[in-house]
């Protein structure tokens, strides 16, 4: 049942402003492991990409209720912005908080025939913007997710994860791939292939409880401090595969390779092997396109490497954000202390497994 409806409110439509409940929801954002950029067309759509990520404990936080003033507010708490639209008008798609308006427009054009009704969507995130952790595709599935309850919409996490991709790369035209918006509606971990014909296969991996705690143990996650800006890496990732450039397909081919041994790896709970893997995947990324190491990256990835880690890379199209690394557990405080004291903001991460969730609550 709608969560709106109430005694005093017959209509989801400019009215309604008295409902009884709160729609809250929320989904986690990832960490990409390996075989990220092959979920970017044209690539999957002619070979087929695989990607293996985990989704960890940040995440992207929507709220949806009633709006007071009769109008549609929209905020992201997290970036201090905040906008307010009269009923029935129809800003531009191309500034000011996009993903927030093209949600709240698919949802009114295609579920309430056009009767926009008078609503407060406020978000935040548990991460810096272009942090590489996918979480600008996390906020759109918690945001769908949101009204998929509020509306009582018969979605699962497939349905979420397409239709936030849909919203996100073809309404919005944002540039980037496909995992992160499956990883946010699904959670945990798992092996993701996309195929031609815009087919996805999602196989959650049943890793033995001993092998997750030591990955856990073993990783360290680290802000460079730079938050990135990818549409200029995947532009150019994105015409290196259109025009066939030998390099880029051959790394891509090869990040690809890497995802299906990574997911070996990790369900042998072989972590040297998986941090040699990463070390490959770093190589290749780097080969996809200018711009995905900085200045910052390679000074705080060199020192992580001199200080004892196994191996790592960016999580995400690179250009900044986070790096991840994989130590002995030993050594995990000292290479979070020397990454901090470099001016990177390194910590530890545990893994979740729940995906996108919504919920309602009392007014």
Not at 15 to 34: C, K, N, Y
Not at 51 to 59: A, K, M, Q, S, Y
Not at 67 to 93: K, M, N, Y
Not at 274 to 284: F, G, T, V
């Amino acid at each position: 049942m709608n969560v709106w409806r109430g005694e005093q409110v017959e209509t989801l439509g400019r009215r309604r402003t008295t409902a009884a409940f709160d729609v809250r929801a929320r989904a986690p954002l990832r960490l990409g492991l390996a075989g990220g950029g092959t979920d970017l067309s044209p690539y999957c759509d002619q070979f087929g990409g695989a990607v293996l990520n985990v989704t960890i404990d940040r995440f992207a936080f929507a709220h949806v209720s009633p709006d007071p003033h009769g109008a549609v507010t929209f905020r992201a708490h997290d970036l201090g912005v905040g906008e307010r639209h009269a009923l029935g008008s129809r800003p531009r798609l191309d500034e000011g908080l996009v993903l927030h308006r093209a949600v709240y427009d698919h949802m009114v054009e295609t579920y309430l025939d056009g009767d926009a009704p008078a609503l407060t969507v406020s978000t935040n995130i548990d991460a810096p913007a272009g942090s590489g952790l996918g979480s600008s595709s996390a906020l759109v599935v918690a945001l769908v997710e949101a009204f998929r309850l509020a509306l009582d919409l018969p979605l699962g996490p497939g349905d979420v994860a397409h239709l936030a991709f849909m919203i996100e790369r073809r309404k919005l035209g944002l540039a980037g791939g496909r995992q992160d918006q499956y990883a946010a509606a699904y959670g945990g971990v798992n092996f993701i292939e996309f195929l031609p014909g815009d087919k996805v296969l999602v196989s959650p991996l049943r890793v033995p409880r001993a092998y997750l705690n030591e990955f856990e143990s073993s990783l360290v996650i680290c802000f460079t401090g730079q938050s990135r800006h990818s549409e200029t890496i995947i532009k150019e990732q994105i015409d290196g595969l259109v025009g066939m450039n030998a390099e880029t397909l051959e790394s891509m081919h090869q990040l690809k390779a890497d995802a299906a041994l990574m997911r070996e790896a990790l369900l042998r709970g072989d972590m040297r092997d998986m941090a040699e893997i990463l070390m490959r995947s770093w190589k290749a990324k780097k080969r996809t396109a200018r711009g995905v190491a900085t200045d910052a990256v390679d000074r705080l990835f060199d020192l992580a490497i001199a200080e004892g880690a196994w191996g790592g890379k960016v999580s995400g199209a690179g250009g900044g954000g986070f790096l991840m690394f994989f130590t002995d557990p030993e050594n995990r405080h000292h290479l979070i202390s020397t990454l901090n004291a470099a001016g990177g903001q390194a910590s530890s991460v545990k893994v979740t497994f729940e995906g996108a969730e919504a919920w309602s609550v009392p007014r």
